[in-house]
């Protein structure tokens, strides 16, 4: 009985030993096949940005593909250019934007890109890095007459540069003032509240913060002190995540490193964009 009991065990740890080993074929059947994919998306957006036809071929070589069906890869994929749809190149370094289809370029202009500082808040706690995100991106809207809603980060900048300090004022609080009036919110305004029970809406835009008490007041979302007009320009491209194309009240600025991470344009040029870049193009930013 023991003998037979033996073998019935090491039949046992036989096939999972057989199991264990054919699990382990799979994972790395799928992970080789997942390195292929990774290393194959990464080659198609090189010969998005080089236009390079010779690794065209060479990638055609190495994965064993005819050249109908690796063409028919690319077009359907979105990480590549198809011939019927065009798509956005920019290159922080030259400061410069193409809007290509297939090998012609329908517009180019230059741009203005992230600056890469870094602004750090008071007393720690939060950092910003003002940097254009490499990589591919998708036009997922587009806007005429754009508002900006400022970041925290602009309140912060400001303060620094006017040595002012920074309260965030919330809905359903009061900060009084010297007069004995009191700024708070009223329905979408940030209101200077009167002892007589007026309220009067103060004005705010770039460079014209609320300031009260020797502090710089961030007025909560929503408010309309909270959006400003005119300074993305007449028209934006928005690309998610808070970037966008668009245009700019400082034209003097394009061709340099100066955004906090959005690629500004000239209005006039955002506008011809505007005008031919349907929604859903991609763009790549290098």
């Known amino acids: 009985m023991g003998v037979i009991r033996f073998i019935r065990s090491g039949g046992r740890i036989a096939w999972i030993l057989i199991c264990t080993v054919l699990l382990v074929i799979v994972g790395s059947t799928l992970l080789f096949a997942n390195t292929l994919d990774v290393r194959y998306r990464r080659d198609i957006s090189r010969i998005v940005f080089n236009h390079n036809t010779g690794l065209l071929d060479q990638i055609r ?7 109908d069906s690796l063409s028919r890869i690319v077009a359907s994929s979105p990480e590549g250019p198809t ?3 065009g798509y956005l190149v920019v ?5 410069r934007i193409w809007y290509r289809q297939t090998d012609s370029t329908l517009f180019t202009t230059q741009v203005a ?11 720690g706690g939060s950092h910003w890095r003002f940097e ?20 925290d980060w602009h309140y912060v900048e400001q303060a620094q540069k006017r040595g002012l300090g920074i309260v965030r004022l919330n809905r359903g609080q009061e900060i009084p003032l010297a007069d004995g009036s009191k700024i708070a ?8 509240h009167y002892s007589d029970g007026r309220n009067q809406p103060i004005e705010a835009a770039e460079g014209r913060e609320i300031v009260a008490n020797g502090n710089i007041i961030i007025p909560p979302f929503g408010t ?13 491209l928005n690309l998610g995540d808070g970037y966008a194309l668009h245009g700019t009240d400082q034209p003097a600025s394009i061709g340099r490193s100066v955004s906090h991470g959005c690629v500004r344009l000239r209005n006039e040029d955002i506008e011809t964009l505007y005008n031919i870049v349907p929604v859903g193009t991609p763009v790549y930013i290098y």
């Open 83 to 85: 011939a019927d749809k």
């Open 132 to 151: 254009t995100p490499r990589g591919r991106l998708v036009v997922e809207s587009k806007e005429t007459d754009p508002e900006w809603v400022p970041p």
């Open 224 to 236: 309309r002190q909270r959006k400003y007009k005119g300074v993305l320009g007449t028209f934006r």
């Open 185 to 192: 919110v009223d329905g979408s305004d940030v209101v200077r």
């Open 91 to 95: 290159s922080i370094a030259d400061h």
């Open 113 to 123: 890109t992230g600056s890469g500082k870094v602004l750090e808040k008071s007393g």
């Open 61 to 67: 070589r190495e994965i064993g593909e005819s050249s």
